[in-house]
């Protein structure tokens, strides 16, 4: 991996989260993905799963989770609430993210992008293309 090059907003703060809060429901609403909270609490319950929340003034605008399995570690979504893109919460997120990953010392991390622009977060956080790799959804039921 890279160098990691990207400078957090530092308005921001961002906390390593064990356990889910309803309070990150207003992150999905404001995104207007709420079919992806079932999937985060799930993904929650795995002790493999890590996620990361950014908070503005204090209430949660953003989230980044990612799944390990021994040194390799994907991370699966980042969400931003839509009134707060732009302020680099997605960025402030994979900062975060990598960082931790790198003081762990997993050396093999991957995360899938969904368009040019995190593309670029993720370049700059020091990802760098190695193959395109067709995923499909799955689907969970309890």
């Not at 992806?36 to 795995?46: D, P, Q």
Request: proline share 4%.
């Amino acid at each position: 991996m890279e160098k990691n090059t990207i400078i957090p907003n530092e308005n921001l703060a961002v906390r390593k989260i064990g356990k889910w809060d309803n309070s990150f429901v207003r992150i999905f609403m404001e995104a207007e993905e709420p079919w992806e909270i079932e999937v985060v609490k799930r993904a929650l319950r795995n002790p493999n799963t890590a996620l990361w929340v950014a908070y503005f003034d204090e209430k949660p605008i953003g989230f980044l989770y990612c799944l390990m399995d021994g040194n390799v570690c994907r991370g699966n979504y980042v969400l931003v609430s839509k009134q707060h893109r732009n302020i680099g919460a997605g960025r402030t997120l994979t900062y975060h993210y990598v960082r931790w990953c790198k003081e762990r010392g997993i050396r093999t991390v991957f995360h899938w992008p969904d368009g040019e622009h995190p593309e670029k977060i993720y370049y700059d956080a020091g990802f760098r293309y190695v193959e395109t790799i067709s995923a499909g959804r799955a689907v969970y039921i309890d």
